[in-house]
């Protein structure tokens, strides 16, 4: 029986022309990815010999004064892409992976973005774990909204529940035809994508695979749970869609505009305003009093004292630090804003296992939010270490041929993920699941 069925499910133009196009637009998404990492990993090949030469050809220029030297000298910090981030692209889109720092203020230097196409950023990418969350379930939806019902509205129904030895074995064995075939075009595109984007079979990738099955059984038991109750195709179709339609797009725009109406974050705004005043003012306040507040934030540099006298190096830099300073405060209310929304985003996932999944994906492949504000706090980290080498020999007017300038080659970062268990992504994706196969097998025992 499970031959017959499965060779005349098969045997459906639109089964076939459904599995085609997923496996179509899967094999595109691959490709987008794949093109995502070449550029990433191209530009990252192409800052190391950029650097080299922005620093020749700079120390040339100006050897004789380290103060200006410095001005002009940016310092590559990298968090290089990880293969999984071809899979899910998240926001490394839009984020950098490249920071270019001086040792200049630097507020107004870690939130530079590269210049993208903003047609392409309002489209989005065609990533994978777009077709798996958005097209997947489509795919489930077309499979199975008429499991049931297609046998009644066709008067079969009673013929198999005369001659079957069980209906129910029957209903789960044309079920089980739709989720082979659906899992058979899933582990092609896994594999595919593990092939062409040279993904490590590692824990990570482990993840992403098993959160893709129990993504995938959740919209199987959502279908079936709905067609149990053996209703016209229509009215399967409809409500399928909608849901659908709820779960995967207002649900998250609905969350989305909640999110960002509780918590606001004027301070993106003061946060520029109070850098740039912070530095600029100083131009005309008493230098002494500049020099104080920069002595106070770096007390050992007080031994260079207070020169006053016409224009310097040590107090141009002491501005460039109050600027910092000045925003210190509108600074860490906006981190704790992004941070809130990130928290809060990630609870309210746990009960939408599309928006879970979403999350999961980018934090395994290190292309969510929250891993772009642990980058810009290391580039934070990169840019003190930056200051506290160069400003003694700054203030020391140190010429720029004593410095040691092989050792600055770019600086790369990677997530810490030490003490980070995978498997939390799992759980609610599991009870979602569970949730729904206890509701069908509740339907399924009274109605069969």
Same mark, same amino acid.
């Given at each position: 029986?499970?031959?017959?069925?499965?060779?005349?499910?098969?045997?459906?133009?639109?089964?076939?022309?459904?599995?085609?196009?997923?496996?179509?637009?899967?094999?595109?998404?691959?490709?987008?990815?794949?093109?995502?990492? $070449?550029?990433?990993?191209?530009?990252?090949?192409?800052?190391?010999?950029?650097?080299?030469? %922005?620093?020749?050809?700079?120390?040339?220029? %100006?050897?004789?004064?380290?103060?200006?030297? &410095?001005?002009?000298?940016?310092? @590559?910090?990298?968090?290089?892409?990880?293969?999984?981030?071809?899979?899910?692209?998240?926001?490394?889109?839009?984020?950098?992976?490249?920071?270019?720092?001086?040792?200049?203020?630097?507020?107004?230097?870690?939130?530079?973005?590269?210049?993208?196409?903003?047609?392409?950023?309002?489209?989005?990418?065609?990533?994978?774990?777009?077709?798996?969350?958005?097209?997947?379930?489509?795919?489930?939806?077309?499979?199975?909204?008429?499991?049931?019902?297609?046998?009644?509205?066709?008067?079969?129904?009673?013929?198999?529940?005369?001659?079957?030895?069980?209906?129910?074995?029957?209903?789960?064995?044309?079920?089980?035809?739709? @989720?082979?075939?659906?899992?058979?075009?899933?582990?092609?595109?896994?594999?595919?994508?593990?092939?062409?984007?040279?993904?490590?079979?590692?824990?990570?990738?482990? &993840?992403?695979?098993?959160?893709?099955?129990?993504?995938?059984?959740?919209?199987?038991?959502?279908?079936?749970?709905?067609?149990?109750?053996?209703?016209?195709? %229509?009215?399967? @179709?409809?409500?399928?869609?909608?849901?659908?339609?709820?779960?995967? &797009?207002?649900?998250?725009?609905?969350?989305?505009?909640?999110?960002?109406?509780?918590?606001?974050?004027?301070?993106?705004?003061?946060?520029?305003?109070?850098?740039?005043?912070?530095? %600029?003012?100083?131009?005309? &306040?008493?230098?002494?009093?500049?020099?104080?507040?920069?002595?106070?934030?770096?007390?050992?540099?007080?031994?260079?004292?207070?020169?006053?006298?016409?224009?310097?190096?040590?107090?141009?830099?002491?501005?460039?630090?109050?600027?910092?300073?000045?925003?210190?405060?509108?600074?860490?209310?906006?981190?704790?804003?992004?941070?809130?929304?990130?928290?809060?985003?990630?609870?309210?996932?746990?009960?939408?296992?599309?928006?879970?999944?979403?999350?999961?994906?980018?934090?395994?492949?290190?292309?969510?939010?929250?891993?772009?504000?642990?980058?810009?706090?290391?580039?934070?980290?990169?840019?003190?270490?930056?200051?506290?080498?160069?400003?003694?020999?700054?203030?020391?007017?140190?010429?720029?041929?004593?410095? $040691?300038?092989?050792?600055?080659?770019?600086?790369?970062?990677?997530?810490?993920?030490?003490?980070?268990?995978?498997?939390?992504?799992?759980?609610?994706?599991?009870?979602?699941?569970?949730?729904?196969?206890?509701?069908? @097998?509740?339907?399924?025992?009274?109605?069969?």
């Amino acid at each position: 029986m499970y031959r017959l069925l499965f060779l005349q499910f098969l045997r459906s133009k639109a089964v076939r022309a459904g599995l085609l196009l997923t496996l179509l637009l899967g094999g595109i998404s691959i490709g987008i990815g794949h093109q995502f990492l $070449d550029q990433k990993n191209a530009a990252i090949d192409e800052v190391e010999r950029y650097q080299k030469q %922005h620093i020749e050809r700079n120390v040339e220029l %100006h050897k004789d004064d380290l103060g200006l030297l &410095m001005y002009y000298l940016k310092f @590559a910090f990298v968090n290089s892409p990880a293969s999984l981030a071809g899979l899910s692209v998240g926001q490394s889109d839009i984020n950098p992976i490249i920071q270019r720092i001086t040792i200049k203020n630097l507020e107004g230097q870690r939130y530079d973005t590269d210049l993208v196409n903003p047609m392409n950023l309002q489209s989005g990418n065609l990533d994978l774990s777009f077709v798996l969350i958005y097209l997947f379930p489509l795919l489930v939806i077309v499979f199975t909204f008429n499991l049931l019902s297609e046998e009644t509205e066709t008067g079969t129904w009673r013929l198999v529940a005369v001659q079957a030895p069980s209906k129910r074995k029957y209903l789960l064995t044309k079920l089980s035809v739709r @989720a082979v075939l659906v899992y058979a075009v899933l582990g092609i595109l896994l594999i595919a994508a593990k092939i062409v984007l040279s993904i490590p079979l590692d824990v990570n990738f482990m &993840m992403v695979v098993l959160l893709s099955i129990v993504y995938i059984a959740f919209w199987f038991g959502v279908c079936f749970f709905v067609t149990a109750f053996n209703k016209g195709s %229509h009215f399967n @179709a409809l409500l399928l869609l909608s849901t659908w339609l709820g779960l995967l &797009m207002l649900l998250p725009a609905g969350i989305n505009a909640y999110i960002t109406n509780r918590y606001p974050i004027p301070e993106a705004l003061t946060t520029m305003i109070s850098q740039r005043d912070g530095y %600029h003012t100083k131009w005309d &306040m008493d230098k002494t009093e500049t020099l104080k507040k920069f002595y106070g934030h770096y007390p050992q540099f007080e031994t260079f004292g207070y020169p006053t006298e016409g224009f310097n190096w040590t107090w141009y830099y002491a501005m460039q630090q109050m600027g910092d300073d000045d925003a210190r405060k509108d600074t860490e209310a906006l981190w704790q804003k992004i941070r809130k929304r990130e928290s809060v985003s990630k609870r309210v996932s746990a009960f939408l296992p599309n928006m879970h999944l979403q999350l999961a994906f980018n934090g395994l492949a290190g292309t969510g939010l929250g891993e772009q504000l642990d980058f810009l706090e290391a580039t934070n980290a990169f840019h003190e270490e930056l200051r506290l080498f160069f400003y003694p020999m700054v203030f020391k007017e140190v010429s720029g041929n004593r410095v $040691d300038w092989t050792k600055f080659t770019p600086k790369y970062w990677s997530q810490n993920t030490e003490g980070e268990n995978p498997i939390r992504y799992l759980w609610p994706l599991l009870s979602a699941a569970f949730i729904v196969m206890l509701g069908c @097998a509740v339907v399924f025992k009274r109605w069969y």
